[in-house]
């Protein structure tokens, strides 16, 4: 590679990148695909929830388990959560639909975000890109993850189905224009972004090859799974061991990076960070996972044990618990994880 051009840099070193953010998707794809034929429905969803679950439980001990970070976002972190909570409650009362929708999309914008902020920690790392180029990259996460929602056999369903319960009929002519729109504005915004690159690249400044691939391979995960089933556990297991993975991948590296530099104020999160108590750590997240399975529906996963199941009165109580979670998490990871806090590069 020219190194005129070219300033290659990794998010945590070479064999995680390649382990967790860059060859993971394609690993991903491969396990969903292989467990949608060979394991029973319940045992698909299983493996969502001991995926997922954990990296709530991470966000939690990052923003409550240090005083610097709970001093930093202090009312963010007392009003948030129970505005959402009671939000949560409310809709699940009143509107169960909003809040179904709302998580729903909550959920596919922090998808997203979480890779627009992961492109940000290459071009950080590598100090790639114009001052520009941020914008240029979220637009980019933007265009193609909506473009996906739109034109994808397993996602058109879903909101072409949606729109018919809400008395919405709408003409496959009118699906065909819509997706011939999303498609070409695609294809034009891909153009832009090349454009910039080169841009980019005439004025001096140097591009990281591994944001591209990391892109790549997320944005390759997205595509092949929604538009090569008609199965959404295929895609969401696929998705979810990348998305949970890469951020449980990234909260243990960088809270071992504030530890190695000084920066930890927290004894949890100093132990948690020696290389000695991984195992710990790993129990910590399995436990987190045995605690949501007793709270909420533990019979979905097969585990026959939840101490609140879903029936005639608790299930609303159940799906408010895990909205509300849900919505908290994505609320602390849009202000969290900022590359442009001196704070979070200190972790990066």
């Known amino acids: 590679m020219d190194g005129a051009v070219f300033q290659p840099a990794f998010i945590i070193n070479r ?64 009003m948030g959560p129970i505005a ?12 169960p639909l909003t809040l179904v929708l709302l998580v729903l999309l909550w ?82 915004y891909g153009l832009v972004y090349i454009g910039h690159n080169i841009w980019c690249v005439r004025n001096g400044y140097k591009l990281n090859p591994y944001k591209f691939f990391f892109l790549f391979s997320s944005y390759f995960l997205w595509y092949y799974t ?15 061991i990348m998305h949970g993975l890469q951020y449980i991948a990234i909260i243990y590296s960088f809270n071992r990076q504030t530890v ?16 000695k108590n991984f195992k710990v750590f790993l129990l910590l997240c399995a436990l987190s996972t045995l605690v949501w399975l007793a709270l909420t529906e533990g019979s979905i996963a097969g585990l026959g044990f939840g101490l609140i199941g879903y029936g005639a009165d608790t299930d609303l109580f159940s799906y408010s618990l895990v909205s509300s979670i849900s919505m908290i998490h994505y609320y602390f990871d849009a202000f969290i994880w900022k590359v442009r806090q001196p704070e979070t590069q200190k972790g990066l």
Not at 29 to 41: D, E, K, N
Not at 58 to 63: C, I, K, Q, S
Not at 84 to 93: E, G
Not at 226 to 240: D, E, K, L
């Open 260 to 275: 190695v530099h000084g920066a930890s104020d927290s004894s949890l999160l100093t132990d948690l960070a020696q290389p």
């Open 84 to 95: 959402l909570i009671i939000a949560a409650f409310l809709l699940i009362k009143y509107a």
């Open 15 to 78: 064999q995680h990148d390649y382990a967790w953010f860059l060859l993971l998707p394609f690993a991903a794809i491969l396990f969903a695909l292989t467990a949608h034929q060979h394991l029973p429905g319940g045992a698909l969803v299983a493996i969502t929830l001991w995926i997922t679950v954990p990296h709530f439980l991470l966000t939690g001990l990052r923003v409550y388990g240090s005083s610097t970070n709970f001093e930093r976002w202090r009312e963010r972190l007392i």
């Open 107 to 188: 959920d596919n914008q922090h998808s997203l975000m979480q890779q627009h902020g992961f492109a940000r920690i290459y071009d950080f790392k590598a100090r790639a890109g114009a001052a520009g180029t941020k914008n240029f990259d979220l637009a980019f996460n933007w265009v193609f993850f909506g473009n996906m929602l739109i034109v994808s056999p397993l996602f058109s369903t879903i909101w072409i189905r949606t729109l018919y319960e809400w008395s919405i009929p709408i003409q496959v002519a009118q699906i065909e224009l819509i997706q011939t729109l999303s498609w070409s504005i695609a294809g034009l």
């Open 226 to 240: 929604s538009f090569t089933s008609q199965y959404i556990m295929v895609y969401a297991i696929a998705h979810r």
